[in-house]
Every structure is written in structure tokens, then in C-alpha cells.
């Protein structure tokens, strides 16, 4: 199954087969991403990273893992610095950046805006979250996560409880994380959501559609003795104003005093990033950082790894990448 020319837009391209296929790349990268091996795989190659959407970890640990095989990178940030302020198409824009560019990344407000990017593009575009549909490298990189933890504990994705808490209507990571684990068994969720943020429709279906079983509630107590507890910030950039999105924050805090009477005693808790740390938000309490099973920053590191795996793959070069070694 070759991944040569292909855009990445979203997780229903997957199967598990797939997936461990990207793991196993993302793996033998981890020498690279230390700086314990070098690489020059990608020298000469060209990184479109177009971000118009705010970002810190999506678009920075893009551009790290192209420079870290080697190739350079063009950064475009905020809509108001690119021709599409002037009425440009995303069909024009990906025809001529594609010519610039031999792989894009691309993070755009609107739901589908980055699969119309791809069908103006000559080279193959990565899906940095689109509006509140989907984030495919943060759901892989949320499982390549999950997959870790659990196994440190002798656990498998298969049979395991996940807790999302939070903003599970426009929380894309959570959309495209719930369909990722649709491919796999047994899995209990449990979704925390006021009822007007509840998660869509389309994915409740496909959980249950998979066989998985599901329970709703609006409050934290008593339902975060799960594997894994997946917290979420209110979305604010996605409502109609910020008095809507002020209704909701500061709803589901999860900290260490929760975590001891509510959790179990190695519940590993993730977090897509970033948290709202005003203290009218606070989602994920600073008091948690010396929690051994706050996962949240290995989370942010895995992202290095499965990022450099997916452009290995994309442009056919992950059997190349030892052979292009160079001095540390
Ligand atoms: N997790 C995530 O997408 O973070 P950024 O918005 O900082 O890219």
C-alpha cells in the first residue's frame, strides 16, 4: 500500500493496516527526531506550510519535520497575507503554490476548504485541520499516542474506555480521533459535553455503527474511571461571539483533586493543545503537570515523529532515509 502522491484530507482514508504503516515509519524516526541520527533525505525539497488559522504546534512541528529529512521550508501565515484576501480561489492558490512546493501542509477556518485546496494542487496536501471537521495528523498522532501509553501498562486499543470531555461539537481533533478508533474493537466512550455541544450526529452513527457502546453525560463526576480521559477547549473561534462561547468555558475542570477522587489510579490524560489557561477557562489545571500520566506533552512530541513519517510516505522516500544519513 504505497502513499506516494497522496493527499492526506482525512482519517477515512485509513484502515488499521494503513495506520500501523505510518506507526512503523513514525518509529524508526524517533533516532532523527532526538538529533541522535541526521538525515539529508529531503534536501533540495520544499515544504508549502500555509497556517490561516492560528496555530503553534500543528504548523511548527510541521515545518520541524521537514527540516529535521532535510528540506526547506515556506511559511505562509494568516489569510490577510496571502492573494486570497484579494478574492483569489483556493483552486488558483493551490495551482500556483503547488509549482513552489513539493508537499503542502495546510490549515484553513472553513470545513473542506483544504480538500478543495487539494484538487488544484500537482503535489500532495496535508489536512492541518479544516474549520471544525477534521485534524487526521492529530488523530494519528493522538493514537500513535494512546497506542504508547496503554502498551506501558500492558493495555491494546482494542477493549479500552475513552472519556472526551469538553467541546465535542466543534472539537475536530475529537471528530477525527472517535473515527479513527471506529476501526478498532470493544471500545466503551464515554462523552462529557453540555448537551448544545454535544458530538455530531455523523459520528455518533459511525461509533455505533462500529459496535462500540456509548454513554452521554453532562457532568464530570463519576465518569472519568476511563483508560484514557480526553479533555477539549472550548472552541471560541467557532461561535457566533465570544458571550456564546463565555456560556461554556470553565464547564469541565479537570484537576488533580477530580483526578484522585474521580479517576482511576493510571488514567492517562491527553489534551490536543492548546489548554485555556485564563482562569475563567482553565480546562486542565497547571496543578496536574507533575502527574506521571499527563500525557499531554508527549502527546506534542509525538506529533515530530508521525509528521516526518507522513512525508516520508507522501513523497515515497521513508526506504531512503538511511541511506541519506549524514554527521550528527
Ligand atoms: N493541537 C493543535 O492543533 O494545536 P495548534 O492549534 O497549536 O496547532
Known amino acids: 500500500m504505497s502513499f506516494k502522491?497522496?493527499?492526506?484530507?482525512?482519517?477515512?482514508?485509513?484502515?488499521?493496516?494503513?495506520?500501523?504503516?505510518?506507526f512503523q515509519v513514525a518509529r524508526s524516526m524517533e533516532p532523527y527526531a532526538s538529533r541522535q541520527k541526521r538525515t539529508k533525505v529531503l534536501d533540495g525539497a520544499i515544504l508549502g506550510n500555509l497556517f490561516f488559522e492560528p496555530s503553534t504546534r500543528t504548523r511548527v512541528s510541521f515545518g520541524c519535520a521537514f527540516n529535521l529529512l532535510g528540506g526547506e521550508v515556506r511559511e505562509?501565515?494568516?489569510?490577510?497575507?496571502?492573494?486570497?484576501?484579494?478574492?483569489?480561489?483556493?483552486?488558483?492558490?493551490?495551482?500556483?503554490?503547488?509549482?513552489?512546493?513539493?508537499?503542502i501542509a495546510m490549515r484553513h477556518p472553513q470545513s473542506g476548504s483544504v480538500a478543495e485546496f487539494a484538487e488544484g494542487s500537482r503535489v500532495p496536501v496535508l489536512n492541518g485541520g479544516d474549520g471544525a471537521n477534521e485534524h487526521p495528523t492529530q488523530a494519528l498522532l493522538d493514537l500513535f499516542t494512546i497506542e504508547k501509553e496503554l502498551a506501558a501498562s500492558?493495555?491494546?486499543?482494542?477493549?479500552?474506555?475513552?472519556?472526551?470531555?469538553?467541546?465535542?461539537?466543534f472539537g475536530r481533533t475529537v471528530h477525527s480521533l472517535a473515527k479513527l478508533l471506529c476501526l478498532y474493537k470493544n471500545i466503551r466512550f464515554t462523552l462529557i459535553s453540555p448537551t448544545e455541544?454535544?458530538?455530531?450526529?455523523?459520528?455518533?452513527?459511525?461509533?455505533?455503527?462500529?459496535?462500540?457502546?456509548?454513554?452521554?453525560?453532562?457532568?464530570?463526576?463519576?465518569?472519568?474511571?476511563?483508560?484514557?480521559?480526553?479533555?477539549?477547549?472550548?472552541?471560541?473561534?467557532r461561535f457566533a461571539s465570544k458571550d456564546e462561547a463565555n456560556l461554556y468555558r470553565g464547564k469541565f475542570r479537570l484537576n488533580q483533586d477530580?483526578?484522585?477522587?474521580?479517576?482511576?489510579?493510571?488514567?492517562?490524560?491527553?489534551?490536543?493543545?492548546?489548554?485555556?489557561?485564563?482562569?475563567?477557562?482553565?480546562?486542565?489545571?497547571?496543578?496536574l503537570n507533575l502527574n506521571p500520566n499527563l500525557a499531554i506533552f508527549r502527546q506534542a512530541d509525538n506529533g515530530v515523529v508521525i509528521r516526518m513519517a507522513l512525508f516520508a510516505l507522501t513523497l515515497g522516500v521513508e526506504h531512503l532515509v538511511t541511506r541519506y544519513e549524514c554527521d550528527v
Not at 5 to 22: A, K, M, N, T, Y
Not at 209 to 220: C, M, P, R, T
Not at 259 to 270: G, L
Open 197 to 237: 455541544l454535544a458530538m455530531p450526529d455523523s459520528v455518533v452513527s459511525a461509533i455505533e455503527n462500529a459496535g462500540h457502546s456509548i454513554e452521554f453525560s453532562d457532568a464530570l463526576e463519576g465518569k472519568l474511571a476511563a483508560d484514557i480521559v480526553y479533555q477539549t477547549r472550548v472552541q471560541e473561534e
Open 258 to 287: 477530580i483526578y484522585t477522587k474521580h479517576c482511576k489510579s493510571n488514567t492517562v490524560i491527553m489534551h490536543p493543545l492548546p489548554r485555556d489557561s485564563r482562569l475563567d477557562a482553565n480546562e486542565l489545571d497547571n496543578d
Open 76 to 103: 505562509t501565515t494568516g489569510m490577510e497575507s496571502s492573494a486570497l484576501a484579494k478574492g483569489e480561489s483556493l483552486y488558483d492558490t493551490a495551482r500556483v503554490l503547488s509549482s513552489y512546493s513539493d508537499v
Open 154 to 169: 500492558g493495555q491494546s486499543i482494542d477493549g479500552m474506555h475513552i472519556a472526551m470531555v469538553g467541546d465535542l461539537k
Open 5 to 22: 502522491g497522496q493527499h492526506i484530507l482525512s482519517v477515512s482514508q485509513f484502515d488499521r493496516d494503513r495506520i500501523q504503516q505510518v
